[in-house]
Every structure is written in C-alpha cells, then in structure tokens.
C-alpha cells in the first residue's frame, strides 16, 4: 500500500510554531522528504529524514519514527511567507517518490 | 546551484496538435523525472530516466512519449491531447534514484 496522509488545511499566527503531521503506510520505505510549494510554483526542498529522530535546520525541524510510520514538519517563528502548502514524500524502493495529499497552511499576522 | 528549468512556463494547444515540452540541468544529476500536477492535488509520478534509460513508466498514456537525448535534458512529446490533460507539468532531478530531487518552475499546459 502506499497510503501518506497530512491534513488537508490549517492555520496559524505570525510568530507561532505549527506541526505538520504525516502518517505514511508504503511499503519498500527508504526515506522521507519535506517539499514546500507556494501557489503555482514547483516544489522547493525543505528536509529528508531516512533514521528515526529529529532534523533541525533553522527554523524548519522534521521528525521520523519508522517504527510508527509517522513524521512531522515543525516551523517556529511563523512569517506570512511561509504560506505554502507542504508536502510529504515518500521513496518507496530505490525510485519511486510518492506524494502525500499535502497540508495548505495560512499564516494570519 | 540547484536549478531546473523548463520551457515554455505555459502552453495552449488543441487536441490534435503536436507539441514537446523540454527540460534542462546542469548538476551533472543522473536522474530525471516527469511529473504531472492537478490544481490543489500532489504531484503525480509519470516517468523516471536513471542514466538516460527509462526506469519507470507509471501507466502513462501513449500520447505522453519522454525522450533523453543526453544527461542534462529531458523532453516530453505531447500528441493528441485530452482536455483532462491539462494540469502543471513539472520536471525534476536527482544526483542519482533515490537522492533528493530538485524541481523546475513547470510548464501550465491547457488542452482546448
């Protein structure tokens, strides 16, 4: 199966922390990647997590438990230019990457 | 530099026209991808190149046909179209399968 699921939409204030949520069911697991995609533009690389544990890089930090199938994307200190919608991706063997539903976040000042 | 590009950014054609959107890196990246996106939906996988040699081919329709010519490019052949079709086309690469992959602007096709 190949079921990656985040939630469809949320919201939150400029100056804040959010975590994204990704549940993910593939099979052939080899890593996990955060994409952040602004309307009509392509995706742009954010983190990719293979080991279980925590990625910080500056503001965004990305968690994975393999054991739970499981991984969020933190952001602190919000900005009014991180609304995006972000995207969770799968490897599933060695080149196949799956695309979760994506979550659509609105930063409100 | 981790850039992609595409041309052209948009594109109208009919449906029994024939038209080929191009794609072009410079990373000296072994792997290339076609992917296609509908509005408010998840990129979806179409085709992966791995050392200029399809790799993968997800049950695309016959009118997609990808091409590499070389290492840096990949085009994609558009022939008699479906008004369904229409969506952005988005190109990526990665050094080799499995590694990060970095994505072009894309091409916003409408099919009339």
């Given at each position: 199966?190949?079921?990656?699921?985040?939630?469809?939409?949320?919201?939150?204030?400029?100056?804040?922390?959010?975590?994204?949520n990704?549940?993910?069911?593939?099979?052939?697991?080899?890593?996990?990647?955060?994409?952040?995609q602004?309307?009509?533009?392509?995706?742009?690389?954010?983190?990719?997590?293979?080991?279980?544990?925590?990625?910080?890089?500056?503001?965004?930090?990305?968690?994975?438990?393999?054991?739970?199938?499981?991984?969020?994307?933190?952001?602190?200190?919000?900005?009014?230019?991180?609304?995006?919608?972000?995207?969770?991706?799968?490897?599933?063997?060695?080149?196949?990457?799956?695309?979760?539903?994506?979550?659509?976040?609105?930063?409100?000042? | 530099?981790?850039?992609v590009?595409?041309?052209?950014?948009?594109?109208?054609m009919?449906?029994?026209?024939?038209?080929?959107?191009?794609c072009?890196?410079h990373m000296?990246?072994?792997?290339?991808?076609?992917?296609?996106?509908?509005?408010?939906?998840?990129?979806?996988?179409?085709?992966?190149y791995?050392?200029?040699?399809?790799?993968i081919?997800?049950?695309?329709?016959?009118r997609?046909?990808?091409?590499c010519?070389?290492s840096?490019?990949?085009?994609?052949?558009?022939?008699?179209?479906?008004?369904?079709?229409?969506?952005?086309?988005?190109?990526?690469?990665?050094?080799?399968?499995?590694?990060?992959q970095?994505?072009?602007?894309g091409?916003?096709?409408?099919?009339?």
């Open positions: 199966g190949q079921n990656i699921d985040q939630p469809t939409e949320m919201t939150a204030t400029e100056g804040a922390i959010v975590q994204i990704c549940t993910y069911q593939t099979s052939g697991f080899n890593g996990l990647f955060w994409y952040q602004h309307a009509g533009e392509a995706p742009t690389f954010l983190s990719y997590n293979v080991l279980d544990g925590l990625e910080e890089k500056g503001r965004f930090s990305s968690f994975l438990s393999r054991s739970k199938g499981y991984s969020y994307l933190l952001l602190k200190e919000l900005q009014m230019k991180d609304s995006a919608s972000y995207l969770c991706a799968v490897i599933r063997g060695t080149d196949k990457l799956i695309f979760g539903t994506g979550t659509r976040l609105q930063v409100f000042p | 530099d981790t850039e590009t595409q041309t052209p950014k948009h594109l109208v009919g449906m029994t026209n024939k038209k080929s959107l191009k072009e890196q000296g990246h072994r792997a290339m991808y076609w992917y296609k996106q509908k509005a408010k939906k998840p990129p979806e996988l179409m085709f992966v791995s050392y200029e040699k399809l790799s081919n997800e049950s695309v329709p016959s997609f046909s990808p091409e010519p070389n840096s490019l990949l085009n994609l052949h558009l022939h008699a179209l479906q008004p369904e079709d229409s969506a952005l086309y988005l190109c990526a690469s990665s050094q080799v399968l499995q590694d990060t970095y994505f072009g602007p091409t916003r096709l409408t099919v009339l």
